[in-house]
């Protein structure tokens, strides 16, 4: 069976590749890519065109997703993935007129208050108190692992506004403005060095009323919308696979330190692994496609998306430890004239490690995967 895109998102598969090679070196001079993105309209290409979007197919922004993810561009926010997605089909008329067209232009930044100490996987077991005082809710409590928050103008945040309420029900999602007397920032700083996550504390925010997204008491079924629209690209798996192919092109054109003569990759284990990791990428982007395709026939991933995010992210992990063990003993520096690859794939190994646990654990996958796909009991 011969998979193939149409000729015209092939076509526009190249003008991408284009686009990318003559802007994306700019920004090293400070120059916003995603800016160039939004002028462009493809930061919100499958939004519908009356926000904004223009209409795109789904296999279409599979397409831009893809590129972005092998070129290492930052081709999407977090408002135009997941925020305005989310507004579109719940929001109301005046959040819609004040937050879509400032996504679509690229002018605010998000960043996404769900997870707190002891609530991540499971997220409705959060303890953030919104209570309700004239047409403002007070909001005191604490997230945790908030990517950029601290670049952030608005943040997405679900507090508890029963406590009485079943934990699933009873959950309010809000949009917050950042710069809100009483919310202070603090950096994480991850085992690679670098401080993306960040601790976010509320003393008394005072929230307006019409920031509340949906239904109040209803936010958990707002929330799942939006954790669908992030789980749902290819990003997970294409990411990965430039670093990859850098690792095979390194191993063919490095001698082997053995007697034996020749290059790393004419040593069998090394190029069967490598093999094993080639093919787990195909199987990868195949089942990103299959997400993909399903929303184009209307229809809603869901034990599917759980099968992409789970197996991409632990290809990504398997992909590391490959790479690591390929390169040998100079794999392990970060720098220098010794370190193979300009030193990325200790890095990789280290940034690998949070990606089965953020976004949905694995284990909850595939007790997803066990439930809805297969039609297993609950343990």
């Known amino acids: 069976m011969e998979f193939r895109f149409s000729a015209e998102d092939e076509a526009f598969r190249q003008e991408v590749r284009a686009f990318i090679r003559a802007e994306l070196p700019k920004v090293r001079e400070g120059e916003s890519f995603t800016k160039k993105l939004a002028a462009k309209g493809w930061l919100t290409m499958s939004w519908p065109k009356e926000y904004g979007g223009q209409g795109a197919p789904h296999l279409r922004q599979l397409v831009y997703n893809e590129e972005m993810a092998y070129h290492r561009a930052p081709g999407q926010t977090m408002g135009a993935d997941r925020v305005g997605p989310t507004l579109i089909l719940f929001g109301a008329e005046e959040q819609k007129a004040q937050f879509l067209p400032a996504i679509v232009r690229d002018d605010i930044t998000w960043c996404q208050g769900f997870s707190e100490p002891g609530s991540g996987s499971d997220l409705a077991s959060l303890q953030t108190r919104a209570v309700r005082d004239g047409d403002c809710w007070v909001i005191n409590g604490q997230k945790i692992w908030t990517s950029n928050a601290q670049r952030a103008d608005y943040m997405i945040l679900l507090a508890r506004t029963d406590p009485d309420a079943p934990k699933h029900r009873g959950i309010t999602y809000f949009l917050v403005d950042m710069k809100l007397p009483g919310i202070t920032v603090r950096p994480l700083v ?8 960040n601790e976010v504390f509320f003393a008394d925010v005072r929230v307006p009323a019409n920031m509340v997204v949906g239904e109040v008491n209803r936010g958990w079924y707002v929330s799942t919308a939006t954790l669908d629209f992030e789980r749902s690209g290819i990003g997970r798996v294409i990411g990965g696979l430039r670093t990859f192919e850098e690792v095979v092109a390194y191993a063919k054109a490095t001698p082997a330190r053995d007697s034996g003569g020749g290059t790393l990759f004419d040593r069998a284990p090394v190029r069967l692994a490598l093999a094993d990791v080639a093919l787990s990428f195909e199987v990868g982007r195949l089942m990103s496609y299959r997400v993909a395709w399903m929303q184009s026939r209307g229809l809603v991933p869901n034990y599917e998306a759980s099968m992409a995010k789970t197996f991409g992210t632990e290809l990504h992990q398997r992909m590391a430890r490959v790479a690591y063990t390929t390169l040998g003993l100079r794999g392990q520096l970060l720098g220098g004239e010794w370190a193979p690859l300009e030193g990325q794939i200790p890095m990789t190994v280290l940034q690998a490690v949070s990606l089965t646990i ?19 009991p609950r343990g």
């Open 190 to 197: 991850q085992m690679t060095g670098q401080a993306g996550f």
């Open 358 to 376: 953020a976004a949905r654990t694995s284990e909850i996958n595939r007790n997803i995967i066990a439930t809805r796909g297969l039609g297993l």
